[in-house]
């Protein structure tokens, strides 16, 4: 089972949601939890794991062998990164463009090209309340994160229950770090923007075919329009979290509230609950669907 927290912008309290649930879970089962925002993790801020024996995550970059290569400019053809450029009597290779995905090597005819590993990142594990935690970290200024992304998930153990927290967007990183999840758990604010990134997030969602809840933070601050707008698209509105003082004086200090309060451990309880429900009743529109085929 893997259930993915995603918002179409940043800044909503994604992590918090993702940090909380996987603690709140952790009396019953002992679940992994997987910070996939590669750019700007910090869900261990608030689990404080202790990591041991970092990895370097690398792709295979094109290297040139000039004696061999006839200039054809088939590799340049068939990247569409634009990561080769081919001269008369020369070829240049950009490294940082390119996405590692071997196109050139099966290409070239005169077999010329030959793969050298360059490090994007690191990925670090670590134990933290019974939570088995990774997470993946960038490379400052480096472009290339659905790679790092796809390695961090590639240690998703699928004998446990697994909790993605996915960078923000709706862009290809956050692609690499929803799909094949079997529910996005998507939080958001009751603005004008949010609702706006909360509709890209649910469009990009439908097409990946993943079921979809809506998590409403800061829920005192703006209007009904989310509220609305998850009535008329049929989605669950599985939690609202109203602004709360005691839980921002936490997050401030780096501490998961499901540690400190009864109260909030029972709330997000709940809302594994709810999404229980949501999976559950999938599952059985799923199997009538099948039925009916
Ligand atoms: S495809 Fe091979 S032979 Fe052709 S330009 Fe590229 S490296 Fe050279
Ligand atoms: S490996 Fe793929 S992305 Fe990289 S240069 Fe070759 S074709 Fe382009």
């Known amino acids: 089972m893997i259930i993915a927290v995603a918002s179409g912008k940043g800044g909503?309290?994604?992590?918090?949601?993702?940090?909380?649930?996987?603690?709140?879970?952790?009396?019953?089962?002992?679940?992994?939890?997987?910070?996939?925002?590669?750019?700007?993790?910090?869900?261990?801020?608030?689990?404080?794991?202790?990591?041991?024996?970092?990895?370097?995550?690398?792709?295979?970059?094109?290297?040139i062998n000039e004696e061999k290569c006839n200039f054809c400019g088939r590799c340049a053809e068939?990247?569409?990164?634009?990561?080769?450029?081919?001269?008369k009597e020369n070829i240049?290779?950009?490294?940082?463009?390119?996405?590692?995905?071997?196109?050139?090597?099966?290409?070239?005819?005169?077999?010329a090209i030959t793969e050298a590993p360059r490090g994007i990142g690191i990925l670090e594990k670590g134990i933290a309340h019974e939570i088995d935690f990774l997470h993946g970290r960038l490379n400052p200024g480096e472009a290339m994160s659905p790679p790092l992304i796809n390695a961090v998930k590639s240690k998703i153990d699928p004998r446990k229950f697994v909790i993605i927290d996915a960078p923000p967007g709706t862009s290809c990183p956050v692609v690499s770090a929803v799909k094949g999840s079997d529910f996005c758990l998507l939080v958001t604010e009751p603005t004008p923007f949010g609702l706006n990134d909360l509709d890209l997030a649910v469009q990009m969602l439908?097409?990946?075919d993943i079921p979809v809840g809506v998590l409403i933070n800061?829920?005192?601050?703006?209007?009904?329009?989310?509220?609305?707008?998850c009535k008329q698209e049929g989605i669950p509105v599985l939690m609202h979290i109203p602004w709360d003082r005691e839980l921002a004086e936490l997050y401030a200090?780096?501490?998961?509230?499901?540690?400190?309060?009864?109260?909030?451990?029972?709330?997000?309880?709940?809302?594994?609950?709810?999404?229980?429900?949501?999976?559950?009743?999938?599952?059985?529109?799923?199997?009538?669907?099948?039925?009916?085929?």
């Open 218 to 229: 800061r829920s005192d601050i703006g209007n009904n329009c989310v509220d609305d707008y």
């Open 78 to 87: 068939i990247c569409v990164f634009n990561a080769i450029a081919v001269l």
């Open 12 to 63: 909503t309290g994604k992590t918090t949601v993702a940090v909380n649930l996987a603690l709140a879970l952790n009396q019953k089962e002992k679940p992994q939890l997987i910070d996939c925002d590669v750019e700007e993790p910090n869900a261990h801020i608030f689990l404080k794991p202790v990591f041991s024996n970092p990895e370097t995550v690398n792709i295979p970059v094109p290297e």
């Open 92 to 111: 240049l290779v950009f490294p940082e463009l390119c996405h590692g995905c071997g196109g050139c090597v099966y290409f070239c005819s005169q077999e």
């Open 206 to 208: 439908k097409k990946l």
């Open 253 to 293: 200090r780096g501490e998961a509230v499901v540690l400190h309060f009864e109260r909030w451990r029972g709330l997000f309880e709940e809302l594994w609950t709810r999404i229980f429900n949501v999976l559950g009743t999938e599952k059985h529109k799923t199997e009538k669907k099948e039925v009916g085929d």
